[in-house]
């Protein structure tokens, strides 16, 4: 079996290797690492991926390229082609610039070679700075918008962002605003070790110091129409997406808005529009606006510079703005939509300008434009003191006398690293819904804080269970995932898939590729020195396992949460899940100083029956801790995300019902507080709406009327239309669905307000047929039952064509069974939305069990049992609280049993407390466990406790908590059950005390760690 999957690999990757340009490049670039030597006196700058030349990286440029204390500098310029339009920006004559197109060989090669980086934004995720190389990264711009892991949904979407900041050794900061964005959103105090250097923003020198003038001239030279004598305005608005590669379908209303506030405001102002790099091109394709477009090649922070009055929503360029002491007005008809979806640094109440939401209000302010300037004049000064204090116009020579020059001064703020706290590295396992799941977030909850520096190395979450565990992770921790592949050698990959396999034995531990697992550690973790210490916590992987024994830390620890030999020989439908990945893990244990075991039970017999792998004094134990305040006060909680999320951003075609003067709302504050406007609709505009909002059980459609934005309107008084021309075509594609919670399928495109949500988030799905020319363009998944129903594309990422071959659609859906889909017509609605939890009566015997639904747990047995008491109890009930891959088997049995009015499958319950404290006594019939869990949340609870008399139960319960079952057998455990209900449900000799408990565990636990 090891063998076939092993040659089965290696075989996928040799043709990866010879196909895949990609691959080859990668491939490039690792086995160069060390060979390449850096050249001193060169720089790389790239800035957006090579998209344009601008920003604070093209200052550095434009400063060093032209001053004699830097003409020994080499300066390589990377661009995405080479007809981009920004190479104008550099001159290409000078022998001392070179230009590398992104993704070539030659940008890898200086990627290698380049003694100075400078990146406005990231490198891709395979980049690893190397020893000596020296990486600058400028950021680009101050953060309106939320950042980092305050930017709601899947904390993973910025670790690439996380990765570059580790790896760098200077981070420029124009403000305090931006060295808070750095240190608290992005979690970098306390892990970081370079430099933050606050001294102003090197791209607003050009704004302080080229003068309007120049920017006319440039204007000219650009072919825009302008009017010297007449001030300007420019309209900046900002990308509004998670992913650059999506961006919101609101080109058509920006163009047309602009379209209207220039007619407004001609012969009065010239007007301006430069829109985000994202969306840029998608513009500039419109005719209509050529005249007043700003090239995106065309620097920004150049154009402020003869702007005297700037419209923006999010983007940061407003704050940019402040050093000219000009207006600024804020346009944000989405603002409801977005501060859900992203949210804002500062409040609106501290915007040093009005806030608008349509463009009668922008002309309005415009023509007031005195009073408005007047009226928020204190705080446009107080913002300007904080933001833009620094920026003098000489920033940009502050930066480059301190890096390259050495350089410094007293007056210089720079944040040196702080390294006052003991760093500790965790990878907690995939945070499934099971035990070590659940300990982890135990341990982690009750660790201090004010000693430790935590940061928990962790896999990107796949399903939505996942996610709402991460999402429990205390926020003091710091979250690092892995992005993209492993930067091996094509021979370092084959000796991993080895490894993985087979284990490392005596006779192939030479081959161990151990420098391939700490570079990447580098690549994951940066510049990070060391950690006191790297935990592997999980205990069950050797893909992990190798990369935390790799960690440069004083001390590696994994943890032993069961019986592990019998959890490797455990077979469950016909095969061992774990036999594979223990057996690895296990040949690398001589990496780890200490193993630790969760009660003295396990470690014994983990001792005994891996001695071969374990030599005595590696042996320790640390007890699971316990979050005391969740389990007690654990309360029913009913609510799920979509019931909690009442925007749902949609696109629909719509018409009216009937011409008349409706009441709009522009924003849903404005509906709460029945502000509304008096607007004239009838059957000629053309009504699109952005979104949908739920209140008092009236729904509201978010409304664009002939492409300019309106507000929120009745869905009473509208009705949705589909557009005539739709293009429906057959495609053979493989896509992930990647949303930010349960993906809606449609059964009907005519009827796409009755969707259904499934909790198929971050899976794979085939794709059959696509559209067209609807409201959003859609395709048709299938499962192998047949059409599973129609899906927005915009919720389908990573797509691959597998051409006409059609039978790779079958290989596909037999290879993946856990990501089978269901057909939503045949879905049940308890797999829809979690069971309700039935009433526990105390007129009955009501027996409680928690855990995975696996065959240790014996379950099974404990079911059986049951039908026995039931013929003495009629009155006694079950309940099986979990989930597991034995769950279709219990319900099976229960059903062959007749006691569906006796045992109930409740599933996975968030806080169990509330129904467990309802219970007259908690069992657990395991044949093996570590330190169960349960059983310490069921004493804390005050429970009654009934546990087969197995060592890892009796460390839990010893001889004062609880009592036994003499045996795991059905008979046994019912005459178990039987004598605690004849009993009348006995108390245990002692009463638990969790808090001398968790006292005593983290005294064992940071003893092991120091």
């Given at each position: 079996m090891e063998i076939t999957r092993f040659l089965s690999r290696v075989m996928r990757k040799s043709g990866s290797y010879l196909f895949s340009k990609q691959q080859r490049m990668m491939q490039y670039y690792v086995q160069n690492y060390e060979k390449i030597q850096l050249q001193e006196n060169t720089i790389l700058y790239e800035v957006r991926d090579g998209q344009t030349i601008v920003d604070s990286p093209f200052s550095f440029y434009k400063k060093m390229i032209s001053d004699e204390r830097f003409l020994n500098y080499t300066h390589i310029w990377v661009i995405d082609r080479l007809e981009n339009p920004a190479l104008q920006n550099i001159d290409r004559d000078n022998a001392r610039v070179k230009v590398v197109v992104r993704q070539s060989k030659q940008y890898f090669y200086w990627l290698l070679a380049a003694k100075f980086l400078v990146n406005s934004s990231t490198f891709p995720n395979f980049f690893i700075k190397k020893e000596k190389q020296i990486y600058i990264n400028t950021w680009h711009g101050t953060p309106l918008k939320t950042m980092g892991y305050n930017i709601p949904g899947d904390p993973s979407q910025s670790q690439n962002v996380v990765r570059n900041f580790l790896?760098?050794?200077?981070?420029?900061?124009?403000?305090?605003?931006?060295?808070?964005?750095?240190?608290?959103?992005?979690?970098?105090?306390?892990?970081?070790?370079?430099?933050?250097?606050?001294?102003?923003?090197?791209?607003?020198?050009?704004?302080?110091?080229?003068?309007?003038?120049?920017?006319?001239?440039?204007?000219?030279?650009?072919?825009?129409?302008?009017?010297?004598?007449?001030?300007?305005?420019?309209?900046?608005?900002?990308?509004?997406?998670?992913?650059?590669?999506?961006?919101?379908?609101?080109?058509?209303?920006?163009?047309?808005?602009?379209?209207?506030?220039?007619?407004?405001?001609?012969?009065?102002?010239?007007?301006?529009?430069?829109?985000?790099?994202?969306?840029y091109h998608q513009v500039a394709k419109n005719q209509r606006v050529k005249d007043f477009l700003i090239p995106d090649s065309f620097d920004a922070n150049?154009?402020?510079?003869?702007?005297?009055?700037?419209?923006?929503?999010?983007?940061?360029?407003?704050?940019?703005?402040?050093?000219?002491?000009?207006?600024?007005?804020?346009?944000?008809?989405?603002?409801?939509?977005?501060?859900?979806?992203?949210?804002?640094?500062?409040?609106?109440?501290?915007?040093?300008?009005?806030?608008?939401?349509?463009?009668?209000?922008?002309?309005?302010?415009?023509?007031?434009?005195?009073?408005?300037?007047?009226?928020?004049?204190?705080?446009?000064?107080?913002?300007?003191?904080?933001?833009?204090?620094?920026?003098?116009?000489?920033?940009?020579?502050?930066?480059?006398?301190?890096?390259?020059?050495?350089?410094?001064?007293?007056?210089?703020?720079?944040?040196?690293?702080?390294?006052?706290?003991?760093?500790?590295?965790?990878?907690?396992?995939?945070?499934?819904?099971?035990?070590?799941?659940?300990?982890?977030?135990?341990?982690?909850?009750?660790?201090?804080?004010?000693?430790?520096?935590?940061?928990?190395?962790?896999?990107?979450?796949?399903?939505?269970?996942?996610?709402?565990?991460?999402?429990?992770?205390?926020?003091?921790?710091?979250?690092?995932?892995?992005?993209?592949?492993?930067?091996?050698?094509?021979?370092?990959?084959?000796?991993?898939?080895?490894?993985?396999?087979?284990?490392?034995?005596?006779?192939?531990?030479?081959?161990?590729?151990?420098?391939?697992?700490?570079?990447?550690?580098?690549?994951?973790?940066?510049?990070?020195?060391?950690?006191?210490?790297?935990?592997?916590?999980?205990?069950?992987?050797?893909?992990?396992?190798?990369?935390?024994?790799?960690?440069?830390?004083?001390?590696?620890?994994?943890?032993?949460?069961?019986?592990?030999?019998?959890?490797?020989?455990?077979?469950?439908?016909?095969?061992?899940?774990?036999?594979?990945?223990?057996?690895?893990?296990?040949?690398?244990?001589?990496?780890?100083?200490r193993i630790l075991s969760v009660s003295q039970e396990t470690m014994e017999i983990n001792k005994k029956n891996l001695a071969q792998y374990i030599r005595p004094e590696q042996v320790g134990v640390v007890r699971n801790s316990l979050n005391i305040h969740k389990i007690v006060n654990s309360e029913v909680d009913e609510t799920f995300e979509e019931d909690v999320i009442s925007i749902q951003r949609e696109t629909v075609h719509l018409t009216i019902r009937k011409d008349s003067v409706f009441d709009i709302y522009p924003q849903i504050s404005s509906l709460l507080n029945k502000d509304y406007r008096a607007t004239h609709i009838t059957h000629n505009d053309a009504l699109r709406s952005v979104a949908r909002y739920t209140h008092q059980g009236k729904t509201y459609?978010?409304?664009?009327?002939?492409?300019?934005?309106?507000?929120?309107?009745?869905?009473?008084?509208?009705?949705?239309?589909?557009?005539?021309?739709?293009?429906?075509?057959?495609?053979?594609?493989?896509?992930?669905?990647?949303?930010?919670?349960?993906?809606?399928?449609?059964?009907?495109?005519?009827?796409?307000?009755?969707?259904?949500?499934?909790?198929?988030?971050?899976?794979?799905?085939?794709?059959?047929?696509?559209?067209?020319?609807?409201?959003?363009?859609?395709?048709?998944?299938?499962?192998?039952?047949?059409?599973?129903?129609?899906?927005?594309?915009?919720?389908?990422?990573?797509?691959?064509?597998?051409?006409?071959?059609?039978?790779?659609?079958?290989?596909?859906?037999?290879?993946?069974?856990?990501?089978?889909?269901?057909?939503?017509?045949?879905?049940?609605?308890?797999?829809?939305?979690?069971?309700?939890?039935?009433?526990?009566?105390?007129?009955?015997?009501?027996?409680?069990?928690?855990?995975?639904l696996s065959p240790e747990k014996n379950q099974i047995n404990l079911v059986r049992a049951f039908s026995t008491v039931v013929t003495s109890f009629p009155n006694a009930r079950l309940f099986i609280l979990g989930n597991g891959e034995l769950r279709k088997e219990l319900i099976s049995l229960i059903q062959a049993l007749d006691l569906q009015d006796h045992v109930w499958l409740l599933g996975h319950v968030d806080n169990p407390g509330y129904l467990l404290k309802q219970c007259d006594l908690f069992v657990l019939p395991s044949y093996y466990e570590g330190q169960p869990m349960v059983l310490l949340e069921g004493l804390t609870l005050g429970m009654k406790i009934l546990a087969s008399n197995i060592p890892a139960n009796r460390s839990v319960i010893g001889s004062d908590y609880g009592f036994y079952i003499n045996g795991t057998d059905a008979e046994t455990i019912a005459e178990s059950l039987v004598d605690q209900i004849q009993k009348g449900f006995p108390n245990a000799p002692r009463k638990f005390d969790p808090y001398a408990y968790n006292q005593s565990v983290l005294g064992e636990f940071y003893e092991e760690i120091m």
């Amino acid at each position: 079996m090891e063998i076939t999957r092993f040659l089965s690999r290696v075989m996928r990757k040799s043709g990866s290797y010879l196909f895949s340009k990609q691959q080859r490049m990668m491939q490039y670039y690792v086995q160069n690492y060390e060979k390449i030597q850096l050249q001193e006196n060169t720089i790389l700058y790239e800035v957006r991926d090579g998209q344009t030349i601008v920003d604070s990286p093209f200052s550095f440029y434009k400063k060093m390229i032209s001053d004699e204390r830097f003409l020994n500098y080499t300066h390589i310029w990377v661009i995405d082609r080479l007809e981009n339009p920004a190479l104008q920006n550099i001159d290409r004559d000078n022998a001392r610039v070179k230009v590398v197109v992104r993704q070539s060989k030659q940008y890898f090669y200086w990627l290698l070679a380049a003694k100075f980086l400078v990146n406005s934004s990231t490198f891709p995720n395979f980049f690893i700075k190397k020893e000596k190389q020296i990486y600058i990264n400028t950021w680009h711009g101050t953060p309106l918008k939320t950042m980092g892991y305050n930017i709601p949904g899947d904390p993973s979407q910025s670790q690439n962002v996380v990765r570059n900041f580790l790896m760098a050794d200077y981070l420029l900061s124009a403000n305090p605003l931006m060295t808070k964005m750095y240190q608290n959103d992005y979690k970098l105090n306390g892990i970081f070790a370079g430099k933050i250097i606050e001294e102003g923003y090197p791209r607003i020198d050009w704004t302080v110091k080229y003068g309007k003038n120049n920017v006319f001239k440039d204007f000219d030279e650009l072919n825009l129409t302008f009017d010297p004598s007449f001030q300007s305005i420019l309209y900046c608005p900002t990308w509004k997406g998670k992913k650059i590669t999506k961006t919101n379908d609101d080109i058509e209303q920006i163009i047309q808005e602009t379209l209207y506030l220039k007619e407004k405001f001609s012969g009065k102002y010239n007007f301006f529009i430069k829109v985000h790099p994202f969306i840029y091109h998608q513009v500039a394709k419109n005719q209509r606006v050529k005249d007043f477009l700003i090239p995106d090649s065309f620097d920004a922070n150049k154009c402020l510079a003869g702007i005297d009055i700037l419209i923006t929503d999010y983007s940061s360029i407003f704050f940019d703005f402040l050093v000219t002491k000009k207006p600024i007005l804020f346009y944000v008809w989405d603002n409801d939509i977005y501060a859900h979806e992203r949210g804002s640094s500062i409040e609106e109440n501290e915007l040093p300008g009005p806030v608008a939401y349509t463009v009668q209000d922008i002309i309005a302010f415009v023509e007031n434009i005195s009073s408005i300037k007047e009226k928020y004049q204190t705080k446009y000064d107080a913002l300007r003191q904080t933001i833009v204090s620094k920026d003098d116009g000489y920033a940009t020579e502050r930066y480059l006398e301190y890096i390259f020059l050495g350089k410094s001064s007293q007056e210089l703020k720079i944040i040196y690293p702080n390294r006052e706290k003991e760093h500790i590295l965790f990878f907690p396992g995939r945070m499934k819904n099971n035990g070590i799941t659940s300990s982890f977030l135990n341990l982690v909850s009750n660790l201090d804080y004010s000693a430790f520096d935590v940061s928990i190395l962790i896999a990107n979450p796949l399903t939505k269970e996942e996610l709402k565990n991460v999402k429990l992770i205390p926020t003091e921790c710091r979250l690092l995932f892995r992005p993209g592949k492993h930067a091996y050698t094509f021979l370092e990959t084959i000796t991993d898939y080895y490894f993985e396999s087979f284990g490392v034995h005596a006779f192939s531990r030479k081959f161990y590729p151990k420098n391939a697992y700490a570079r990447e550690m580098k690549r994951l973790l940066g510049n990070s020195s060391v950690f006191k210490v790297a935990i592997d916590f999980s205990g069950y992987s050797f893909f992990w396992g190798k990369f935390i024994a790799a960690v440069n830390s004083n001390k590696k620890v994994v943890f032993q949460h069961n019986d592990l030999l019998s959890d490797l020989r455990r077979t469950v439908n016909g095969k061992q899940p774990h036999k594979t990945n223990l057996k690895s893990l296990f040949s690398i244990y001589q990496l780890f100083d200490r193993i630790l075991s969760v009660s003295q039970e396990t470690m014994e017999i983990n001792k005994k029956n891996l001695a071969q792998y374990i030599r005595p004094e590696q042996v320790g134990v640390v007890r699971n801790s316990l979050n005391i305040h969740k389990i007690v006060n654990s309360e029913v909680d009913e609510t799920f995300e979509e019931d909690v999320i009442s925007i749902q951003r949609e696109t629909v075609h719509l018409t009216i019902r009937k011409d008349s003067v409706f009441d709009i709302y522009p924003q849903i504050s404005s509906l709460l507080n029945k502000d509304y406007r008096a607007t004239h609709i009838t059957h000629n505009d053309a009504l699109r709406s952005v979104a949908r909002y739920t209140h008092q059980g009236k729904t509201y459609y978010k409304l664009i009327i002939n492409d300019m934005y309106q507000g929120w309107i009745n869905s009473e008084n509208v009705k949705s239309i589909v557009k005539s021309k739709v293009d429906l075509s057959n495609v053979q594609l493989i896509g992930t669905i990647n949303v930010s919670s349960d993906p809606v399928f449609y059964a009907d495109l005519n009827q796409i307000q009755n969707g259904l949500a499934l909790p198929l988030n971050k899976t794979y799905v085939f794709l059959a047929k696509k559209t067209v020319g609807l409201n959003d363009d859609y395709f048709l998944a299938e499962n192998e039952k047949g059409a599973l129903g129609w899906i927005k594309s915009s919720s389908i990422t990573n797509i691959h064509h597998l051409g006409k071959f059609s039978v790779l659609k079958w290989v596909f859906l037999s290879r993946n069974p856990k990501y089978s889909l269901v057909n939503p017509a045949e879905t049940p609605n308890e797999t829809r939305k979690e069971k309700s939890v039935p009433l526990i009566s105390p007129e009955n015997f009501n027996f409680v069990t928690m855990g995975r639904l696996s065959p240790e747990k014996n379950q099974i047995n404990l079911v059986r049992a049951f039908s026995t008491v039931v013929t003495s109890f009629p009155n006694a009930r079950l309940f099986i609280l979990g989930n597991g891959e034995l769950r279709k088997e219990l319900i099976s049995l229960i059903q062959a049993l007749d006691l569906q009015d006796h045992v109930w499958l409740l599933g996975h319950v968030d806080n169990p407390g509330y129904l467990l404290k309802q219970c007259d006594l908690f069992v657990l019939p395991s044949y093996y466990e570590g330190q169960p869990m349960v059983l310490l949340e069921g004493l804390t609870l005050g429970m009654k406790i009934l546990a087969s008399n197995i060592p890892a139960n009796r460390s839990v319960i010893g001889s004062d908590y609880g009592f036994y079952i003499n045996g795991t057998d059905a008979e046994t455990i019912a005459e178990s059950l039987v004598d605690q209900i004849q009993k009348g449900f006995p108390n245990a000799p002692r009463k638990f005390d969790p808090y001398a408990y968790n006292q005593s565990v983290l005294g064992e636990f940071y003893e092991e760690i120091m």
